[in-house]
């Protein structure tokens, strides 16, 4: 197998990373593996039957040939390294050099908007697809939300709410919303107004209707992930706001709620997820539901699915765009019915 199924992981080590190195060797892929650890990337690759010199790459963001090196003869490269506030413009300006697309798997508002702001015509001149947000949160709320327009070429609102039966973090997961908090000086951010906008206020407490059996839920409002970003990035939509759980916000605000635990042969938690999408255009309504389990495990086969279509050629641009952008979204959504339950549907007024 050549080095059209070659695919570079950078932070392979880490929680997902380690969920996305199966799901390429269970698509037939080859991974290679690389991190700032040596020693970690040595024992992975033990563990996954990974033989050889080319298999392990040590790299560092802060040292660019390194960073050449972990991609010379891929065709892609996917980042799992948080936080992407630090490690997305390296590993892109990595994979510009080598004219390869580059993935990532990044929750970070702040870091999906600069990836877009800084890279869109560069990477558009070379010809190079950057897909920022490939995972649950970002590239799920963004494939539902643009399944769910389907004919519509603008809409009023997009809701995505975020129904988990809990939310136990990764230390990736931690690491990054500090960096997050700091860059929003202690702040939240919102899209409203067609626009990305900071405030200071508490987010309300709201009830949200899931569909059965889950039902209604107490929600933050305005508890807003990713898809702020990667929807309006390609959608007319001016208002895009974001819901989770109490439950599942208290899971993350508690310094004490430990990491996810694995209950099956793959690795993953017991921890489920609904994300129930609703957008709005005049008096109409459709809607969008997603179910699973593991939102970290279901990243990798988000992320890979997308891998095997850009490197196949099912895409639909160039330079930097969200999944919904890039793919059929009914089509990709389809795709991954072994993880992923869809519905779509007109919602209830």
Known sequence: MGSAHTVTVFGAYGHTGRFVVAELLERGFVPV?????ADRLHALAREFGLDGPASVRPASVDDPDSL??????????VNCAGPFATTAAPVIEAALRARVPYLDVAAEIEANADTFAQFADRARAAGVLVVPAMAFYGGLGDLL??????????????HVAYGLSGWQPTAGTRTAGAVSRERRGGGRVVYANGR???RHDDPPALEWAFPAPMGPRAVIGEFTMADVVTVPSHLA????????????????????????TAVDAHGRSDQTFLVDVVVHSGGERRRAVARGQDIYAVTAPLVVEAVDRVLSGRTMTTGVASAGEVFDARDFLRALSPHITVELGVAPA
């Not at 593996?33 to 650890?37: E, M, Q």
């Not at 939300?145 to 997009?158: F, N, Q, S, Y």
């Not at 001016?238 to 599942?248: G, K, L, N, S």
């Open 68 to 77: 050449d090196r972990a991609l010379a003869g891929a065709a892609a490269v």
């Open 33 to 37: 593996l690389t991190g700032r650890d």
């Open 196 to 198: 990305l906008e900071r």
């Open 145 to 158: 939300v643009t399944a769910a327009m389907g004919d519509w070429t603008a809409a009023d609102e997009a």
């Open 237 to 260: 939509i001016p208002e895009v706001r974001t819901y989770m759980t109490t439950e599942a916000a208290r899971d993350i605000a508690d310094p004490d709620t430990p990491a996810p």
